[in-house]
């Protein structure tokens, strides 16, 4: 098992930027991708970047191409996700998720542990 620990949400207004973090202890060798998720309230969880902890690919939903970038330190075993410019549609609790599978598919049901969430509210 995969303990994560997330870090860096918070009140930001549309247009700006924040760093979310997520640091992973545990079984981290069995890391095969690590990725993030949001939930709004009354929505479903819905994916939004991953990246192969090995090979360093990247992947994103289509609503933040060009806004997020993951990336990750795999000394640290942690993965960060950089969002910029901002939405107030971003505003939701980040998830971040650690599967053993590399299949980049986006899927909640890929990943087999999860951590606790951080708020992410953007303002107008």
């Known amino acids: 098992q995969v303990q994560l620990v997330e870090s860096g949400g918070g009140l930001v207004q549309a247009g700006g930027s924040l760093r979310l973090s997520c640091t992973a202890s545990?079984?981290?060798?069995?890391?095969?991708?690590m990725g993030w998720f949001r939930q709004a309230p009354g929505k479903e969880r819905e994916f939004v970047a991953t990246?192969?902890?090995?090979?360093?690919?990247?992947y994103y939903t289509d609503s933040v191409k060009g806004r997020f970038a993951i990336s990750r330190d795999t000394a640290k075993t942690t993965v960060y996700l950089r969002m910029n410019g901002l939405k107030p549609e971003d505003t939701a609790l980040y998830y971040c998720?650690?599967?053993?599978?590399?299949?980049?598919?986006?899927?909640?049901?890929?990943?087999?542990?999860w951590g606790q969430g951080t708020q992410v509210t953007v303002s107008l």
């Open positions: 998720a650690a599967g053993r599978s590399t299949q980049a598919l986006g899927v909640t049901t890929l990943y087999d542990d």
């Open positions: 990246i192969l902890w090995n090979a360093g690919n990247t």
């Open positions: 545990g079984r981290t060798f069995s890391i095969g991708q």
